[in-house]
């Protein structure tokens, strides 16, 4: 497990730059945090880690925003939702071993994860700062 400190957004998506040097391209990436904890923000440095320089957003209407990069990226919201059946009709599982999977509010759907992934989370310390830990990844 690795524990981050970040004071901005900046350092945060720069944080996730350095961990998208240490990705495959097959991986799945569970992010935990509440709202506004930087989860979209730390996505948005890993794509750019990975060579997107398009706009990432939050998908929380479309449910999942595609990006191609390095490797594809696939950027889901499961705020929405809880159960298998939401979660089968997304079409989820015909995304898995195609690219690098980033999903937030991964804490929905956590039953229906695999184990083999790369779990973050971001907890809100004050406006600024964020704890960021990192479980499943390399070292960066």
Known sequence: MQKFFTNSAEQTEQLAE???????GCEVIAMFGGLGAGKTA???GLARGLGIDEGVCSPTFAL????????MVYHFDMYRVTTYDDLYSTGFFDYEGCGVMVIEWSENIEPFLPENRINITIRTLSENEREITIEGAEEI
């Open 18 to 24: 350095r961990l998208a040097k240490t990705l495959g």
């Open 42 to 44: 730390f996505t948005r």
């Open 64 to 71: 999942v925003h595609e990006y191609e990069g390095k490797f």
